[in-house]
């Protein structure tokens, strides 16, 4: 499994450990990634991410989850994502008409 936010498609950063005596080491910054269960108010279904809580503060903000993938762009959301923001586009379409 990827280390990858499913929403806004944050991974691993690389950068230095620096020690006392400034000799540099590589390392990895892991994002903080955790296993969510949110809730499409369009779907009326549950369905479970693996996202990053940086991503979980800003569903919450933007009003939630299907706010937030209407808004977000196609490349950042992972397939899964993609297929989601589809069927909330093609409800969202059916309810209006």
């Not at 969510?36 to 800003?58: F, M, Q, Y």
């Not at 992972?78 to 379409?93: C, G, H, N, Y």
């Amino acid at each position: 499994m990827s280390r990858r936010c499913e929403l806004t498609a944050k991974g691993p950063q690389v950068g230095h450990k620096v020690s006392h005596s400034n000799h540099k080491t590589k390392r990895r910054f892991l994002p903080n990634l955790c296993n969510v269960t949110l809730i499409s108010d369009t779907l009326g279904r549950s369905v479970r991410l693996r996202i990053s809580t940086n991503a979980l503060k800003s569903v919450d903000h933007r009003g939630g989850l299907d706010a937030f993938l209407i808004k977000a762009s196609a490349d950042d959301l992972s397939p899964k994502a993609v297929d989601l923001k589809r069927q909330i586009e093609k409800k969202k379409l059916a309810v209006a008409s």
